[in-house]
């Protein structure tokens, strides 16, 4: 069983940073390594569907990024410590949701992505921006 636990949520004033990590869980990450499995943030607010954040392939290092996040946040991983990282700057009040990170069993795809391409999911960690 694969296991993702996020941390690093918070309040933060609209404008500032935060840094969200997510760590995968045991000595090895489902069948394969962890640098294989395409990993990603999606966030959630009780109005509003998961929606896809960011994503990183796994086979190479291309990144998604949803427009409504472009150029204020940068996903990041680091295989050797099985860990996922999301740097979100200029923080906006409309950026305030629980944020998950996920695993796919893909490592990468040539078609839009989606949550359904996710199978593991960390609890969350709620990120508030305050006005």
């Known amino acids: 069983q694969v296991q993702l636990v996020e941390s690093g949520g918070g309040l933060v004033q609209a404008g500032g940073s935060l840094r969200l990590s997510c760590a995968a869980s045991?000595?090895?990450?489902?069948?394969?390594?962890?640098?294989?499995?395409?990993m990603g943030w999606f966030r959630q607010t009780p109005t509003k569907e998961r929606e896809i954040v960011t994503i990183?392939?796994?086979?190479?290092?291309?990144?998604y990024y949803s427009d409504s996040v472009k150029g204020r946040f940068t996903i990041s991983r680091d295989n050797t410590k099985m860990m996922l990282y999301l740097q979100m700057d200029s923080l906006k009040p409309e950026d305030t949701a629980v944020y998950y990170c996920?695993?796919?069993?893909?490592?990468?795809?040539?078609?839009?992505?989606?949550?359904?391409?996710?199978?593991?999911w960390g609890q969350g960690t709620q990120v508030t921006v305050s006005s």
């Open positions: 990183i392939a796994g086979s190479n290092p291309s990144t």
């Open positions: 045991g000595r090895t990450f489902g069948s394969r390594p962890y640098s294989t499995y395409a």
């Open positions: 996920a695993a796919s069993d893909f490592s990468h795809k040539n078609t839009p992505w989606s949550a359904h391409d996710f199978d593991s």
